[in-house]
């Protein structure tokens, strides 16, 4: 009788085909290449997904800087470009805001590529144009604050020389004092308000003080009016009272006017002939006097 374990070893061949282990050897194979080309395209697929959300992230960034810096551009900037030259302390303010002003935003293009190193140089780009967008909008913040300081600046001395000059010609002493406490706040509409009310109160005295010297001289002239028509009555009446005395009236008395009448002088009283005289002679002393006969000369 034979071993048992010498049959099974003679069995074994023959209970497996030789074409058999081949097949497995190649079914493994196989199995092997598909389960090595579904790892590849998962990787290739996730590290492409990847890409994806990596350069939408880098346009939504880019997006909110340059909405950033366009809100600046159209507000602040251009409300600060609309200031003068001669409205600032320092004009070279206005020129390097105008310069500021004249950067060329960059051309935004997205996320177009469809390969990961595509969609990779894409959102480099676009993190790159964020960075211009930031940097821009610090420099244009800058030039538009130092604008409105330099005009600030500029109010203020404005307001401080108008302080000085309405010393002394103000009608009301309070606006003054307010725009000094104006120009300490550094409050432009407040300085604008109280400079307002400075400038009325200096033409309200200009203006009360014309009316004034109006007033004076009016009066003055009515003065010498009155006394250059006193003056001429005065010196008629006394004439017409010193021709009243002369021609003779109220002799004796007084003229009316305070003053004596005018008394004419005595007739010259005729010489006495002398006693025991001679007619002749007594005729020649007569004649020629006052009541002689001019029958007798």
Known sequence: MEPSGAASAAETP??????LV?????????VLVGGGFAGW?????HELDAAKTACAEAADTLRGKANEYNALVSGKAKDASGIAANQVRDA??????????????????????????????????????SKWYESHE??????????????????????????KSSDGQVQDAKTRDA??????????????KASKTVNDSVAAKKKAD?????????????????AAQSQASGGYTGGYSGYTGYTGGNRGGSNGGGQPAYTPPAAPQPTP????????????????????DPARC
């Open 210 to 226: 014309e009316e004034a010297q109006a007033q004076a001289e009016a009066a003055a002239q009515a003065a010498a009016a009155q």
């Open 41 to 45: 395209h998962a990787y290739t697929t």
């Open 22 to 30: 081949p097949a497995i050897a190649a079914s493994t194979v196989v």
């Open 273 to 292: 002939a002398p006693s025991g005289g001679d007619d002749e002679y007594e005729t020649i002393s007569w004649c020629g006097t006052l009541g002689s």
């Open 179 to 192: 725009l000094s406490g104006a120009i300490k706040a550094r409050d432009a509409d407040a300085i604008a």
């Open 92 to 129: 070279k303010t206005v020129d390097a805001l105008k310069t500021a002003l004249k950067a060329t935003a960059p051309e935004y293009e997205g996320c177009a590529a469809d390969s990961k190193d595509g969609l990779d140089a894409a959102a480099a780009k676009l993190d790159k144009q």
């Open 14 to 19: 023959a209970s497996k085909p030789k074409w």
């Open 138 to 163: 610090a420099a244009l913040t800058k030039a538009v604050k130092a604008v409105e300081t330099s005009k600030l600046d500029k109010t203020i001395d404005d307001a401080s020389a108008l302080l």
